[in-house]
């Protein structure tokens, strides 16, 4: 297993499984390229370069790109030296995908790798230049088998674009603003191999547009999911004969017990028998029904998006628009005219206009950015995922592994698989219908050969039709399997049949581990947890079944009988620490309705009960092992508040940040864990089903790195409060309690496990959130939430040369809080491309944001923070690089980008200054740590406001296209690019980062806005710390506190609201939020642009 700090696999230590593992995290394979295709040397921008020669410190880290032109340089900012870029000679690290093939492999052909190039770097003397390996699975890591590995040579860097346009070389200085725009070539050369003619696609519709709209369709929420079809054949048909081995096997729950070569691993099944050949069939024309009024709605509707992102996504938050599957109709491979009639409608889609970086100034657009539509035809895209819930960094894929490596772009999905959905259609069956191989279930885009067989559309095997599915509860009629829900949603819940239960469905179980040292009551965060609880305890998830148990610790561990028949609570208290053990088993985890009476008692009395202690050590450690003794026979949640650094017995740390180092130019050091006490702790917790949230309530350094290992690998959750008090920082406060209110009322899934799956030819190779890695492609979620986000990187295996399109499965196996068994399967369909110009217009330029940044974080903790920086940078070159060289016919002097990747620039340079990855300014460890865990942690929708923040002008909104949402009017301003021009001391401006808002107030502001909003007579009389904005009883307060209180309605946790002045201490922090400015340790926009070109031309 690989080693250290935010890895995005396991790490250290012993590999935990519960119960057999159906393969190794790391399998040891032989080299190669599996199933007869041609070894593809892989794009990595994150591999392994030559150190630099030495020279001055400079503010920038950068990295080449390859050799050319001269270096046109443009004069550093004042007083800092321009650096040489680290040279690109080493080769990079080559896994081949894994394969289940039998039998020794000869090692790949040695390959020469080009000379060194030395170019220009801002870094102070990086040890090595970064790579990513974007679409090839890392090296595997771990103990030694038997198996010999036979020596590889060194694979060539990366695949160089060949230029449509030789001898064409780019000058940062001559070009001219009234230059003709480029042509694009759409005939890019096809990549050797077998296959069929392709047409380019290029029917992508501008950005911005609103997909086909659909009929809307309604659920009945009261009503219960249809069960199994009546007993006795139907009145008026007579079902065909049953072919021969129509009944599938039973089956197995994901991840339970050994693997049959045919079960749940794509890979496995592909040596379980020669798949069926062929394209998977898609049959085009007629009508389904609409779906009925009668399957369950699991959450309450979500509140009121922005009509760009109520447009772009209107296909997928309604419900499908059915069509029809006729028997024996045409295959996919019949698509292709159909897909080049789209081509030719528009030679040159929005998504590939060429944008000159350098001249259009103002690119962010005024509303948010919606996802970009796959190129599919209509029928397919009005059932394809929701782009929420299951989005691609490329929205086509490119046909050859070769062809995604000349991309130079990465290759991922992004899941929020359990997301509050206000449709989820729910379904009650005995037999839940797979694919007999590779175990996929049936979806919208499986194709059926006649009423009795599909074809399954990730392995192409032929599946029979089992009796019960020809049922469909829908219409009550027989003999239509292709009108079932299951095959009109891209996103199912089943209930699960008992075949999926490894034992009885747990109940709720709920542990609270709270710090009660001098510190933690200082803070007063224990009267605000126990008054939270005692108001929200009658809305926990669960059943008659809820358990529920307190543990506080400081230099002792402190348990609480809270047994039916007690008159009061008893506190036990545990002194030996070195020991732990438990003093009453079975009391001290309480069936919450049996003891409702002494639990409330309990949380009246904790926040007095220690309130003059002076005890000031913390045993978190040994706290932590006790818990997991009392959640061992049941698993559950534990929920862990924590307000220093442990410093007692088992898992004691010591401080290892200097704050004279923060804002020191060099590489950031103790990114890593300083002991793996707490991972070891996590993958025990995670193997018996517990999971651990973490909250951090703290002034002090906590050491973030090592705690939060007990959530990362056991799919819990952190929370960080920095110098939370419950005095002096009330906004703190207030985020504190409306994250626990949700925290606690949240739906929750228990001893979950999640498996992806994909088309044949294509694997999954590194995972990215919070969870333990069970197998290859099974992750061990023992709580699983509905806030929770999860990316992955994957690779092309095979050439796609027969398939017209692609499908992605995502199928998370849980258990509700009721106690029911569930499964909510997400698939996504994806056209397949053989041209660069179609691979860059279908770019998803906020998914490939979000996906590099979960890749830095990891490359900050195995390697460094520079190189990690160097990275990002090195892909926003590279792949501009590819399509100066390989998309465009005319080259042209400027920074040229297709109209979909013009905010890339502009979302790196957000990434390089965000707290994670920015240097030269003070940040605090645990800061810069909980930033790390967010970016990998949250959904791409909440993470990228923290990447890139939205700036409002607050003083001036007004009802012009406003949204009316239950009877309330929400304004709607335009975002502004974040520059200070954008800033004027006559007006006052909201930014929102995420996490966090600020309301500027300019010193000159209107009177009418401080008086009528802020409710003060003079700029002078506004509070320093105003975290409140007081409801006043005008027009414009009203349209204000409705704007900012929209938008924290769109996202589940709660940013508290500071407003700040010129002489606030958080302008600076205001400041460091306008990416676009220069700053003493880092480039402008323009400048970093500039830099890219230099970069491109070389």
């Not at 009246?604 to 003059?612: A, D, G, I, N, V």
């Not at 605090?924 to 890139?948: E, N, T």
Request: net charge neutral; hydrophobic share 35%; aromatic share 8%.
């Amino acid at each position: 297993m690989s080693t250290a700090g935010f890895n995005s696999q396991n790490g250290t230590g012993q590999a935990y499984a519960n119960g057999p593992s159906q393969n190794p995290v790391a399998p040891h394979q032989l080299p190669g390229i599996g199933y007869g295709s041609t070894p593809q040397p892989t794009y990595d921008p994150m591999q392994a370069k030559a150190a630099p020669p030495p020279g001055p410190p400079g503010p920038y880290p950068v990295c080449s790109y390859r050799p050319g032109a001269p270096f046109v340089s443009y004069p550093p900012p004042s007083g800092q030296s321009m650096l040489t870029r680290p040279m690109m000679g080493g080769p990079p690290s080559h896994t081949p995908p894994q394969s289940a093939s039998p039998g020794p492999r000869p090692p790949p052909a040695q390959a020469t790798p080009p000379p060194a190039v030395s170019s220009s770097s801002y870094y102070t003397n990086p040890q090595q230049a970064p790579a990513w390996q974007y679409n090839t699975a890392p090296p595997p890591t771990g103990a030694p088998t038997s198996i010999s590995t036979p020596p590889r040579g060194p694979a060539p860097p990366h695949v160089n674009p060949t230029a449509s346009s030789p001898g064409s070389s780019l000058s940062s200085t001559a070009y001219s603003p009234a230059a003709p725009p480029p042509h694009v070539s759409h005939g890019v050369t096809q990549p050797p191999g077998p296959g069929m003619h392709r047409t380019p696609l290029h029917g992508y519709p501008p950005p911005g547009s609103a997909p086909p709209s659909m009929a809307p369709h309604a659920y009945q929420p009261n009503r219960a999911p249809y069960g199994p079809p009546p007993t006795g054949p139907p009145p008026s048909m007579n079902p065909a004969p049953p072919m021969a081995h129509a009944t599938p096997p039973p089956p197995k729950a994901e991840g339970s017990g050994p693997q049959a070569p045919s079960s749940f691993n794509h890979v496995d099944s592909r040596m379980g028998g020669p798949p069926q050949p062929g394209p998977p069939g898609r049959h085009l024309g007629g009508h389904y029904p609409s779906l009925p009024l009668g399957y369950q709605n699991a959450a309450p509707p979500p509140a009121a998006m922005h009509p760009a992102i109520q447009a772009a996504t209107q296909p997928y938050t309604q419900a499908p628009q059915p069509y029809q599957q006729p028997l024996g109709g045409p295959g996919p491979a019949q698509l292709s005219p159909s897909l080049a009639a789209m081509s030719l409608q528009s030679s040159t889609p929005e998504a590939l206009r060429v944008v000159n970086l350098l001249q259009e100034r103002n690119l962010l657009p005024p509303i948010p950015i919606p996802p970009p539509t796959p190129c599919l035809q209509q029928d397919l895209q009005k059932i394809n995922c929701n782009p929420e819930v299951f989005r691609s960094t490329l929205t086509s894929i490119p046909q050859t592994q070769s062809l995604l490596n000349k991309a130079k772009m990465p290759l991922g999905l992004l899941l929020h698989p359990f997301k509050d959905l206000s449709q989820l259609p729910v379904v009650t069956s005995s037999t839940i219908v797979r694919c007999r191989s590779c175990r996929t279930y049936i979806n919208p885009f499986v194709s059926f050969l006649d009423q009795r067989r599909w074809k399954c559309n990730l392995c192409y095997r032929v599946n029979d039709v089992p009796e019960e599915f020809m049922y469909n509860p829908v219409s009550r009629s027989y003999g239509e399997p292709h009108k079932r829900p299951e095959v009109q949603n891209a996103t199912i819940e089943f209930i699960a049949p008992s075949e999926y239960m490894l034992r009885p469905p747990q109940p709720a179980v709920y542990l609270f581990i709270l710090d009660v040292s001098h510190n933690a009551v200082e803070t007063g965060y224990l009267s605000v947890f126990c008054q939270s609880l005692l108001d929200n305890i009658n809305a926990l998830p669960g059943d008659s079944r809820t358990k529920i148990g307190f543990v506080t610790f400081d230099s002792t561990i402190h348990f609480y009988n809270l047994q039916e028949g007690l008159s009061q609570p008893q506190m036990l208290i545990v002194s030996d620490i070195d020991d732990i053990f438990l003093p009453t088993p079975d009391s001290l985890l309480v069936n919450l309705n049996e003891c409702k009476e002494l639990v409330q008692d309990l949380l009246k009395s904790l926040p007095t009960l220690f309130q003059k202690t002076m005890e000031t050590q913390s045993a978190l450690g040994s706290a932590l092992q006790a818990a997991y003794k009392l959640l061992l026979p049941t698993g559950g949640r534990m929920s862990v508040f924590q307000t220093q650094l442990p410093n007692l017995g088992v898992g004691a740390l010591q401080s290892r940040e200097d704050p004279n180092q923060r804002a020191s130019a060099k590489d950031v050091q103790h990114l890593s864990p300083a002991t793996d006490f707490y991972k070891k702790l996590a993958l025990d917790c995670s193997g018996q089903q517990v999971a651990v949230d973490l909250f951090l309530l703290s002034s002090q350094y906590c050491d973030l790195a090592s705690l939060g290992c007990i959530s990362r690998y056991s799919a819990g959750s952190v929370y960080y409060y920095p110098s939370y008090h419950h005095q002096h920082n009330p906004a703190q406060v207030e985020c504190f309690q409306r994250d626990l209110k949700r925290y606690l009322t949240r739906k929750i899934g228990f001893e979950a496990v999640m498996r992806i799956r994909c088309s044949k030819g294509m694997s999954i190779h590194t995972f990215h959130g919070n969870f333990f890695v069970r197998s290859t492609d099974l992750l061990s979620l023992p709580n699983v939430n509905p806030d929770a986000g999860f990316a992955v990187q994957m690779s092309i295996e095979e050439n796609l040369d027969d398939m017209q399109i692609v499908s992605f499965q995502a199928a998370l196996l849980y258990t509700s809080s009721k106690g029911e068994r569930r499964i909510r399967v997400h698939t996504l369909c994806l056209p397949v491309v053989n041209s660069l110009s179609d691979i860059f217009a279908g770019a998803d330029v906020q998914a490939i944001t979000g996906l590099l940044a979960c890749m830095a974080v990891d490359r900050s903790a195995t390697a460094s923070l520079s190189d990690a920086r160097d990275a990002m940078t090195n892909a926003a070159i590279d792949s501009l690089a590819s399509y100066r060289q390989s998309v465009l016919s005319i080259q042209q002097p400027g920074l040229l980008a297709p109209a979909c990747l013009r905010l890339f620039p502009l979302f790196i340079l957000a990434l390089l200054k965000q707290k994670a990855f920015r240097t030269g300014t003070s940040t605090r460890l645990d800061d810069r740590l909980f930033a790390m865990c967010q970016l990998k942690y949250q959904p791409l929708v909440y993470s990228m406001l923290m990447i890139h923040p939205a700036l409002y002008r607050v003083d001036d909104l007004s009802d012009e296209g406003a949204l009316n949402i239950n009877e309330r009017t929400v304004p709607q301003p335009r975002v502004l690019q974040l520059s200070v021009e954008k800033l004027s001391r006559e007006a006052a401006f909201l930014m929102d980062a995420g996490t966090v808002m600020y309301l500027w107030v300019g010193r000159s502001c209107q009177p009418a806005f401080l008086t009528q909003v802020l409710g003060v007579s003079s700029y002078a009389a506004v509070p320093d710390n105003l975290h409140l904005l007081p409801e006043l009883d005008t027009a414009e307060s009203q349209r204000t506190r409705a704007f900012i209180g929209w938008l924290r309605d769109q996202r589940p946790f709660f940013p508290p609201l500071h407003v700040i002045r010129d002489e606030s201490q958080l302008k600076p922090t205001f400041m460091q939020n306008m990416i676009e400015d220069r700053t003493e340790s880092a480039l402008s926009y323009y400048e970093f642009l500039l830099h890219l070109q230099q970069q491109i031309s070389k």
